[in-house]
């Protein structure tokens, strides 16, 4: 379970090697440490626990490494916290990437993409991703700086560190504790989900509040099926800030439809409402399609839910909720269902009319449980 943005969602992660093999024992003599001590126990660390080791950098030509070994396609991050050096650097062989932690910006970039990140109580997230450069490397860096760009690290340069990860792949997942070797998390996978008693085969909802781990897309499917790729209602990633609504009947895809996200690494809610001549899609609190065409399926036809699909590919993301719903729901239902903020603004409603003594006059209570789902 996932809480890195505050509210819990199923986290479904890839099999990846953590190729620092002590990433959070600093003191560790595999961390070469050139003109800087490290105090180990000195802070909170973003997993609640005073494991954060403290980096006091004595003169010029500071740092800390440690040696890998990896190649081409790669992530590599860092949780930091200031105390006096504004800027952090991450270096891998030659290529080096500043963040100002102080404002949470990505300074001068030299890799493929990298990103900051707040994480709460002064800590950030800094993580490089390269996809530029082929070839091997051998040691990642880690250097305080006063300034951006520049090579020269800050004298008396000090910040608290935790959790460095370097993997091999185009985006970073979550961290893996090492403690004198490599270590590989096996792939997350989801499965025997769902209640054949609960699915309609003739109409229905399937519902989803879903997140990309990438926005590249890898066909990542969720499904109501019979087993089998001839009956189907699926929603998938493909390409680029792509998502996919899918009803096979029989071998035959009777509503297809691609909608183009702007970030489908955020959160959305989705649902795909399936009857007889009756198909539409619903993005955000908004129809992105429909069709008023189209077979459905016989009853007792779908009979289980799945999470990871091995006929497409295994499902990596985040899911908040997941939902099927019986019934083709009305149009207004689908806004409500996949919209935002009808929480707010009917309590607000409701808060006024209670502060005039109009809640039992204006019957507002029958008018909330109509409008919130």
């Known amino acids: ?56 950098g004595t003169t010029l030509g500071q740092n800390l490494s440690i040696p890998i070994s990896v190649s081409d396609n790669f992530s590599y991050f860092l949780y930091v916290k200031y105390i006096n050096a504004p800027f952090i650097r991450l270096r891998v062989d030659s290529i080096s990437t500043w963040f100002n932690i102080e404002t949470i910006e990505v300074a001068t970039n030299g890799f493929a993409d990298a990103s900051i990140e707040d994480v709460g109580n002064g800590w950030r997230k800094i993580t490089v991703i390269n996809t530029s450069f082929s070839g091997s490397f051998a040691n990642a860096f880690i250097h305080p700086h006063a300034t951006d760009n520049t090579t020269n690290e800050q004298d008396g340069g000090e910040f608290f560190l935790y959790g460095a990860q370097l993997e091999a792949g185009s985006y970073a997942t979550s961290l893996i504790h090492t403690s004198g070797s490599a270590v590989t998390r096996s792939q997350d996978r989801a499965d025997n989900a769902g209640n054949s008693d609960l699915i309609n085969s003739t109409e229905g909802v399937f519902y989803l509040q879903f997140a990309a781990l990438t926005g590249a897309g890898a066909f990542d499917d969720l499904s109501l099926s019979d087993g089998t790729q001839n009956n189907k209602v699926q929603l998938f990633y493909r390409a680029t800030d792509k998502i996919n609504a899918r009803v096979t009947v029989g071998g035959v895809n009777v509503f297809d439809h691609i909608y183009q996200s702007i970030d489908m690494t955020q959160f959305e809610k989705v649902a795909l409402k399936w009857k007889l001549n009756d198909f539409s899609m619903y993005v955000d609190g908004r129809e992105v399609d429909s069709d008023s065409s189209g077979a459905t399926f016989p009853a007792n036809t779908l009979n289980e839910v799945k999470i990871n699909d091995n006929n497409i590919s295994d499902y990596e993301g985040k899911i908040k909720c997941l939902a099927v719903f019986k019934e083709a729901l009305t149009d207004l239902e689908l806004e409500k269902l996949t919209g935002y903020n009808n929480h707010e603004l009917y309590m607000n409603y409701y808060n006024r009319l209670s502060y005039l003594g109009l809640v039992e006059e204006y019957n507002v209570e029958s008018d909330i449980n109509n409008y919130i789902l």
């Not at 003599?29 to 997993?47: G, H, L, M």
């Open 1 to 56: 379970i996932d809480y890195t943005n505050g509210e819990p969602s199923i986290l479904l992660e890839p099999s990846r090697t953590n190729l620092i093999t002590y990433s959070n024992e600093f003191t560790n003599a595999t961390w070469s440490k050139s003109n800087v001590t490290i105090t180990a126990n000195q802070a909170v660390s973003p997993e609640g626990i005073q494991n954060a080791d403290k980096y006091s």
